[in-house]
């Protein structure tokens, strides 16, 4: 029962949830991704985020790179979603779950999609600082 | 014809709006729809001149020739993730 | 709040208790590994595995493996928890988490405890296949 | 002296017990203690002549002295994960 699941959403992502089922008996690693949101960035003190997202073309994006995955590595499921909306400190803006008979096909697998989900799909980051100021991020961050 | 044109993000700071439709002559191409829309200038100019487009929701280069109906979105450096 | 936990247990492994709390503010990835039991190896059919530990010094080696992933990438919390006993196919037999600033730091801190825990700590894994025969295995699996 | 003697995995099978107490001279090495276990005959043989070995849970040489009320496990090639 190996999917593909990508989704663009407002609610509070739950990494249990993400996970749930992702492994088949044939599977013997799971890695999962996890995006936080920091207090900082380029030592700029960050308050919240706001997330964005071209939501009909992020998701086809998003099972585009997930496809490219399998076709790649050898993974079963492989599931990620990505809050737009509103985010405060320390939650989850992105999860990534990659299930493989080996470890690293899912080690690799998961890298590769959280740098391309940054390099191609269409989500925009807008910081807001501690002093108020809201600005919108052009390029990925490390 | 008339395309649908989208803005996101610091674009739409640009056009002041998240979506436009824009009348355009028939047989033309995305970069003329550009074209058009920093012609129409103040912050229009803020608009890159050869910005990333995507046409029906796929990456698609400037010569990518537009038809009635059609969407386009313009779409700043991505900052996902 | 940095810090690392390492432990053996013969309880369920719960994914969602190994992430509870490992991130920051300071952190903006977190990489969580899972084990899980595969229902084959080698072309032979497995049915469940027995693992068994070397506890009070696996403990200890786990604890000298995570602290040389903090010694050498730039992390925050981590957590890894490996079960011993019988498990079942699909079940979890090692979780490990990594919080930290940028995530490739989370993914080859992560990456890096899964390779030394399996060439130096003091488990062993029997197999049980479904003809009935079970066999301790030597050497890392992939 | 008495040395705590730790059986895990195969090497269980092969000493028939996770753990015996085993008494050496003073002054005796890890190789000595693997010595006269081998010494034993029967499946002792199956021991390796140069297992892995930890003293007091922490992987040691076979050259290692041991002390009274030292614990020595040994170390079957390792496969957790």
Redesign the interface.
């Known amino acids: 029962m190996q999917s593909l699941q990508c989704s663009i959403t407002d609610a509070i992502i739950d990494p249990a949830a993400v996970l749930a089922g992702t492994s088949s008996d044939n599977d013997g690693a799971v890695v999962l991704f996890l995006g936080v949101v920091r207090d900082h960035n380029d030592d700029r003190a960050v308050s919240h985020l706001e997330y964005e997202a071209y939501t009909a073309m992020a998701e086809a994006e998003l099972r585009k790179v997930g496809q490219e995955a399998r076709d790649r590595f050898d993974v079963g499921t492989v599931r990620i979603v990505h809050r737009i909306g509103r985010l405060e400190i320390g939650e989850v803006s992105v999860a990534i779950s990659v299930a493989s008979p080996h470890r690293a096909a899912a080690y690799e697998s998961s890298r590769y999609i959280i740098e391309e989900l940054k390099k191609r799909v269409p989500i925009w980051k807008r910081e807001g600082y501690l002093e108020g100021e809201r600005v919108w991020l052009a390029g990925g961050t490390k | 014809m008339i395309i649908r044109t ?1 803005f ?3 674009y739409k ?1 640009i056009a002041g709006s998240d979506a436009l439709d824009i009348e355009l002559p028939e047989g033309a191409l995305v970069s003329d729809l550009v074209s058009q829309l920093r012609a129409c200038g103040d912050c229009w100019n803020d608009l890159p001149a050869s910005p990333v487009a ?1 046409v029906n ?3 698609s280069p400037l010569s990518t020739s537009l038809a009635h109906g059609d969407e386009v ?1 313009f ?7």
Do not use: M, N, Q
Request: hydrophobic residues 40%; negative net charge; without cysteine.
């Open positions: 989208l996101f993000a610091s700071d995507a929701r796929e990456y979105a779409i700043p450096p991505v900052s996902g993730g």
